[in-house]
Structure formats: structure tokens, C-alpha cells
Nanobody, 121 residues
Framework: QVQLVESGGGLVQPGGSLRLSCSKS??????????IVWFRQAPGKQREWVAS???????TYTNSVKGRFTISRDNAKNTVYLQMNSLEPEDTAVYYC?????????????WGQGTQVTVSS
């Protein structure tokens, strides 16, 4: 089973930017065949879907991040990126990536450790 590793989180002021990375670790299939999703989980809240990118490059976003976040992929580097601009305190959460299409967390049986994003002045 392919495993993914998230990185790039940190502390940023409101209005700032971060770029998260989701890299493939292990597995025998080409990274390019996978649909990739980003989720996030804030303290005391359920894990929520943020963005998706299909194997063909089609992207979708939850309404709260449209126009601020951009998901992209570099199959040669086995990596999906989440560029986050105009960050708000409400974006504070642990961010996770996974392979799949579901925009609800329940069907996913495995999650990585995630990467913490904190937006605060």
C-alpha cells in the first residue's frame, strides 16, 4: 500500500502563505495513477476535506479555501502540493493527505502523521 508523508507546516501570521507537500513513500505503482486529497483537522473538530486533485489533474476545493489555496502535483517528484495564501486563523489545523476521491474522512483506513499549520499573530 502506498503511504504518503506530509510536510511544510509551521507558524505563520494571518495573511501569510505556506506550501505543504505530500510525498509518496513506498508502493510499486506510479504516483501518477493516484487521486490525492487534502484534509485538515482543527482541535475539537472533525476532520474535513480541503482539496482534491485527480490523476488527470482536475482540482476541486471546499468553499472556504477557494481562491486562496491551490492544489497541484508533480508526478516526476512523486509529490502533491497545497499552496495556501491569505491564511486565516480559521485555517489552523493539522493537515493530512491521502489517496482517493472521497470528501469524507470515514472511508480512509490509514492516515499519516500530518503537518501542523498554525495561523496566529
Amino acid at each position: 500500500q502506498v503511504q504518503l508523508v506530509e510536510s511544510g507546516g509551521g507558524l505563520v501570521q494571518p495573511g501569510g502563505s505556506l506550501r505543504l507537500s505530500c510525498s509518496k513513500s513506498g508502493g510499486i505503482f506510479s504516483f501518477s495513477i493516484y487521486d490525492i486529497v487534502w484534509f485538515r483537522q482543527a482541535p475539537g473538530k472533525q476532520r474535513e476535506w480541503v482539496a482534491s486533485i485527480s490523476s488527470s489533474g482536475t482540482t476541486t476545493y471546499t468553499n472556504s479555501v477557494k481562491g486562496r489555496f491551490t492544489i497541484s502535483r508533480d508526478n516526476a517528484k512523486n509529490t502533491v502540493y497545497l499552496q495556501m495564501n491569505s491564511l486565516e486563523p480559521e485555517d489552523t489545523a493539522v493537515y493530512y493527505c491521502n489517496t482517493g476521491r472521497s470528501v469524507v474522512a470515514a472511508p480512509y483506513s490509514w492516515w499519516g502523521q500530518g503537518t501542523q499549520v498554525t495561523v496566529s499573530s
